[in-house]
């Protein structure tokens, strides 16, 4: 069984900083485009970072060069390092997979991901 379980998140001061984990069971993440969302209330879900199976990464607006994404192999598990935390940051967050096998590239697309986990809340206040 496919499976993505994210941890991590919690309450967190403005301009404070937490790693995000997307722990993968049932396939090896290298293989797949891996993308983090995040959907605060009453908004669409957004797509705000990837990494492709061949390590080509992309990042929205909102957080690039505030959050990293990365991974590693040998725990089948991708990371968002989200630093400079503001309160905009505020959602629930979650990982997932595209289905197409060795994608040189990503885009962080909602339609474009099929196995999604079930989100880890991050808060940013005072």
């Known amino acids: 069984q496919l499976q993505l379980v994210e941890s991590g998140g919690g309450l967190v001061q403005p301009g404070g900083s937490l790693r995000l984990s997307c722990a993968a069971s049932?396939?090896?993440?290298?293989?797949?485009?891996i993308g983090w969302f995040r959907q605060a209330p009453g908004k669409a879900r957004e797509g705000i970072s990837c990494?492709?199976?061949?390590?080509?990464?992309n990042y929205s607006d909102s957080v690039k060069g505030r959050f990293t994404i990365s991974r590693d192999s040998a725990k089948n598990t991708v990371y968002l390092q989200m630093n400079s935390l503001k309160p905009e940051d505020t959602a629930v967050y979650y990982c997932?997979?595209?289905?197409?096998?060795?994608?040189?590239?990503?885009?962080?697309?909602?339609?474009?991901?099929?196995?999604w986990g079930w989100g880890t809340q991050v808060t940013v206040s005072s």
């Open positions: 997932a997979a595209d289905g197409t096998l060795n994608q040189v590239m990503c885009a962080p697309r909602v339609h474009e991901y099929d196995t």
């Open positions: 049932g396939f090896t993440l290298d293989y797949y485009a």
């Open positions: 990494i492709s199976s061949s390590g080509n990464i």
